[in-house]
């Protein structure tokens, strides 16, 4: 109850949920002592794969025995997983404690609600010098406030794509501009670029990253990966090679993203990680909402024998590769839709082939999401388009055969409420 109002106090310091400048979080670090010059970190930018790409650093960094701080957003079921030291997420207490602190450091000043989370995490993260910070950047990099390092050992570049236009002007929501956004202001220090969407994305990453002076490793040209059809994929960097077991999460994407956390933490020369490292590291990864199955609980006893997965992606380019994945499949998939107002809900849903049904829903405690009517409405020229007041319901309504696959997708969000529900 008491982190809970700390939070609630904390977004109400500033009336906008984004307000992209650094000048809020510089002014409040330095009356922190500037933590974020004390730390070592990995910064990870993009649109999709942050997550899944800090996650797999991190197992393999774990099995390293190397203890990593971690800063990631949004949070899915609660706000301490934001905040990870010491390879430990902190409780209640402990993290109310922090939030005390920054709060009074801040002394009321306008500040938004990210802002001041970023700050506590780099004020907390300070105290633990030797530990790797794997730090995702928010909404655009350039103003994001994770952006006020001075040094860092590595950014790693993931997938980009059209996301969150409505924060850029009319005239500038393009992927060019996405682009400088997020790539021209990176570090001097090392840059991995994962793979794209397209030849033509890569090539406008390596233009506006061209004058930046750090050691450049690109998917394709500098390291890559071959998917076997036996229990193992292998793995080339001018390192050499790993013959590596399949990791313990799904989607052909997630080797994308495994391989990228590799030639990262091989490129820093500062992390001595070996062979063994690596191959124990990808089959303990914990990825939550990341085409999570769920295998028990109150949702999973609905569907019995079926499969049930949910998955918080919600852009056009999340839809692409979740599509990839379903299509690898032989079974019949029903998807269960939630999104916010503000996606391209039509362009996403274009991206799933051969679905069986799809059943909309609101989410709930989302009031910037679209509700399920309305969603139902945009999306009424697809086949077998239902909508359902909540997920129990949405569950319950699907006529489901023997092997078919229930799919919830469409927001973090949504995958957060449901993984609560269950």
């Not at 902190?90 to 404690?97: P, R, T």
């Not at 999460?249 to 062979?275: C, H, M, P, V, Y």
């Not at 129990?392 to 997708?409: C, G, W, Y």
């Amino acid at each position: 109850m008491k982190l809970e109002k700390i939070v609630s106090r904390l977004q109400k310091l500033h009336p906008k949920e984004i307000d992209l400048s650094l000048d809020r979080i510089l002014n409040l670090c330095k009356k922190l002592n500037n933590p974020q010059d004390k730390i070592k970190a990995i910064s990870v930018v993009g649109t999709n794969g942050k997550y899944s790409t800090i996650q797999a650093m991190y197992a393999i960094l774990k099995e390293a025995k190397i203890n990593c701080n971690i800063y990631t957003s949004p949070h899915i079921k609660k706000i301490n997983e934001r905040f990870v030291f010491n390879n430990k997420e902190l409780g209640d207490n402990e993290l109310s404690y922090l939030l005390e602190q920054v709060e009074k450091a801040n002394d009321n000043h306008p500040i938004t609600f990210f802002e001041i989370l970023t700050a506590a995490y780099f004020y907390k993260s300070a105290e633990y010098p030797d530990n790797i910070n794997l730090i995702e950047t928010g909404l655009f990099h350039r103003f994001d406030a994770t952006n006020i390092l001075d040094q860092n050992l590595a950014s790693v570049v993931t997938s980009i794509g059209l996301d969150h236009l409505d924060w850029l002007p009319k005239n500038e929501q393009t992927i060019e501009k996405i682009i400088f956004e997020k790539t021209s202001k990176l570090l001097n220090s090392n840059i991995i670029v994962a793979k794209q969407s397209s030849l033509e994305t890569s090539k406008k990453i390596e233009k506006t990253i061209k004058n930046n002076k750090s050691y450049k490793l690109f998917f394709g040209d500098n390291y890559n990966y071959s998917d076997n059809e036996n229990s193992f994929f292998y793995y080339e960097d001018m390192s050499g090679g790993i013959k590596l077991p399949r990791p313990n999460i799904n989607g052909q994407f997630q080797l994308e993203n495994i391989s990228t956390a590799i030639a990262a933490l091989r490129a820093i020369k500062e992390i001595n990680i070996n062979d063994e490292h690596i191959k124990n590291g990808i089959t303990k990864i914990e990825s939550i909402a990341r085409l999570q199955e769920i295998t028990e609980g109150k949702l999973k006893d609905l569907v019995e024998t079926n499969r049930l997965l949910v998955d918080g992606s919600h852009n056009p380019l999340g839809a692409k590769v979740l599509n990839n994945y379903l299509e690898s499949l032989n079974c019949n998939k029903h998807i269960i839709l939630g999104m916010m107002a503000n996606k391209d809900h039509r362009e996403y849903m274009s991206h799933f082939k051969e679905i069986a049904t799809l059943t909309t829903i609101d989410i709930p405690n989302q009031p910037n999401s679209i509700s399920g009517k309305d969603l139902k409405d945009k999306l009424i020229d697809l086949e077998n388009v239902q909508y359902k007041e909540n997920i129990f319901e949405a569950i319950k309504s699907i006529p489901v055969k023997k092997n078919d696959l229930i799919l919830i997708t469409g927001s973090l969000y949504l995958a957060g409420e449901v993984l609560n529900l269950n």
